[in-house]
């Protein structure tokens, strides 16, 4: 939600009132409670014209919707237990409803980094690992950073060797947090884990401490961190990196490869590279482009590779900067 719309939607809980507003706030993540709460907590007067807006449109955006069931989760339970029976309804329960929220690790997105790592220090790395993939990458990272380096090394190699969970390992789960796991229901295995998820958080933990765990994982399994390493920046990202930055790319990359490589691309991307071009040289790339038959894919995929190898050396060399959150300085 981009900040036009996160002050339009306090407007709106602001106009509700205190009881209503709370009803709203107990179906939003622990982000989004935080976002929303920061911009009620700054907006201090809002103009006539805008509220008026603001009520106006969610007027009929409500009037355009008509709930046909109260609990669709349980609406589905129910159907289909009545439709197969227990054991053959279970089996699809579990499929269809696999994103809905695990009663227990939901608590632990609500608490804070230090509290989560004090909670999880004395537990065996794949336990931590386990019950690490279930929250928001950022939460992970700053967990992370409380452990001592080698149990968070060690967290990030399972992290990014996990392939799913078991409804019984997440039943293991619930007993190894007591409490804070307690009254979970029948749990269900979920799609979490993996190189992907491991890169996004090692982006976030900062620099100083993502040289030390690729450091840790490349000598323990060169191609899991190689995956790693391809995750934390693809060809999409270029698009992230800053103007100098792609200009600096743009000197380093043969004219033949950026056209072959940008036939695979957005046009998002290929304006970004059009606008740090001069005028003559991107109505060439342009008509270039146009004029290119069909390429391989494979071809597109190499090409962008060989950009990526370029675009990982010159982020070593520190002319172009990759990522963002952790603990950067700028001086």
Do not use: C
Not at 116 to 141: G, N, T, Y
């Amino acid at each position: 939600m981009d900040e036009e719309g996160l002050e339009d939607a306090a407007i709106l809980l602001m106009s509700l009132g205190e009881e209503e507003a709370a009803e709203v706030f107990k179906h939003l993540t622990p982000k989004e409670v935080q976002r929303l709460g920061e911009t009620i907590a700054r907006m201090k007067s809002v103009p006539r014209e805008r509220f008026d807006t603001v009520l106006d449109r969610f007027h009929e955006q409500a009037e355009a919707h008509s709930m046909l069931v109260n609990d669709t989760d349980e609406y589905v339970k129910n159907v289909l237990r009545k439709a197969l029976g227990e054991d053959k309804a279970n089996l699809l329960i579990d499929r269809i409803l696999q994103g809905s929220d695990i009663t227990g690790i939901e608590s632990l997105k609500w608490m804070d980094a230090s509290s989560i790592a004090e909670l999880l220090r004395a537990e065996h790395p794949q336990i931590v690992a386990a019950i690490l993939v279930h929250l928001e990458f950022d939460q992970v990272a700053d967990v992370l950073k409380q452990m001592p380096e080698r149990i968070r090394n060690e967290v990030m190699v399972r992290i990014a060797t996990l392939d799913g969970i078991q409804p019984s390992a997440l039943k293991d789960l619930n007993e190894v947090l007591s409490k804070v796991l307690a009254g979970g229901d029948r749990m269900r295995k979920s799609s979490l884990g993996g190189a992907k998820p491991a890169a996004e958080i090692i982006n976030m933990m900062g620099s100083a401490v993502e040289a030390s765990v690729l450091d840790y994982i490349r000598e323990a399994d060169m191609d899991l961190a190689q995956k790693i390493m391809d995750n934390m920046f693809t060809f999409d990202d270029v698009i992230k990196i800053d103007d100098k930055g792609i200009q600096a790319l743009l000197k380093e990359v043969q004219s033949e490869s950026l056209i072959i490589a940008l036939k695979g691309a957005t046009q998002e991307m290929r304006d970004k590279v059009f606008k740090n071009m001069s005028s003559r040289a991107a109505e060439t790339l342009k008509e270039d482009l146009e004029s290119r038959g069909p390429v391989r894919v494979s071809d597109v995929e190499g090409e962008q590779k060989e950009m990526l190898k370029i675009v990982r050396r010159l982020a070593d060399e520190g002319t172009i900067v990759l990522g963002g959150g952790g603990d950067d300085q700028f001086l």
